[in-house]
C-alpha cells in the first residue's frame, strides 16, 4: 500500500561543497541517497518535496558540516493479504519467482492450483494445465502475498495463487 510520510534524513558534506549553491547540493543528494532505496519496513519510490534544511553543524575535526533535511516521500510498504501484480523472473519444480516492483515474492508449487503441475520438458520450464494456463518466465502474474520478511535494506515475499483471481492475467 502506498503512503506518503514525513521523513529526515542526515547529510554530511564535505567542505569543498560550501557555496552559494549549497542547498541544491544537499537535494540533489538526497534524491540520490533515499530514492529507490529500502529501510527494511518499506521502500522509498520518490521524494516529492523538501520542507526544511536545517543550518549546517560543523564536524570538529574533518571540517566537514551535516545538515537535516525533512521531506515528504511516497512509500510503498506491502502487508499480509494484500494482492499485487507482479512478473516471473524464474521458474523451477519448488515454484515461482516474481517481482512485484523491488519486492522479490516466492510462491511455493504448495500455493499454486492442483489442475496447474510443473512441465519440465517444456521450453521454458513452466507450469501449465495442458490449456490457456501458462506460467513461464516473464507473464504476468496476480500473487496474495502471504508473509513478509525484512533483511537489512531489503524485503522478500511468500505469496499464493491458489484463491479466487489470483493466477496468470
Not at 510462491?107 to 490457456?132: L, Q, R
Amino acid at each position: 500500500m502506498f503512503f506518503l510520510y514525513d521523513l529526515e534524513r542526515v547529510i554530511t558534506l564535505h567542505p569543498s561543497f560550501f557555496g552559494p549553491r549549497i542547498k541544491e547540493y544537499l537535494i540533489d543528494t538526497l534524491l540520490d541517497d533515499v530514492e529507490g532505496s529500502c529501510n527494511g519496513q518499506y521502500y522509498i519510490i520518490c521524494v516529492m518535496d523538501t520542507y526544511e534544511v536545517t543550518e549546517g553543524r560543523i564536524i570538529p575535526g574533518s571540517g566537514g558540516a551535516e545538515f537535516t533535511v525533512h521531506y515528504r516521500a511516497v512509500v510503498w510498504r506491502p502487508f499480509k493479504g494484500e494482492v499485487v501484480d507482479g512478473v516471473i523472473t524464474s521458474v523451477n519444480k519448488m515454484g515461482i519467482f516474481a517481482e512485484v516492483g523491488p519486492l522479490v515474492v516466492f510462491v511455493s508449487s504448495h500455493f499454486v492450483p492442483a489442475d496447474i503441475k510443473f512441465d519440465a520438458n517444456a521450453t521454458p520450464p513452466m507450469y501449465t494445465d495442458n490449456g490457456e494456463t501458462v506460467l513461464e518466465k516473464g507473464s504476468h502474474i496476480r500473487v496474495k502475498l502471504m508473509g513478509i520478511r525484512s533483511d537489512v535494506g531489503d524485503l522478500f515475499a511468500i505469496g499464493s495463487i491458489r484463491d479466487d483471481y489470483l493466477g496468470p492475467l
